[in-house]
């Protein structure tokens, strides 16, 4: 995190999540926030769409997003 301003993007809860990223982050160094499925949209089939413009204080190109599933970020390819 000397380079980056590290966030996790996930559509799991935050019930879910928070322990998860709080156990990998222990000294608070790393991460420094967590968006959850709160911070998703929903489709009409039930996807969580990761929409990356609700991060206002960054420009697109400047945010890397890493996601195992390509309908998550369809809105930012």
Known sequence: NEHFVIYVFTASTPSYATPIIEHLNKKNKTIQGILSRPHCMETKNGFYIKDLRIIKNRNLKDIVMVDNL????????
């Open 70 to 77: 390509v309908h998550s970020f369809g809105l930012q390819i």
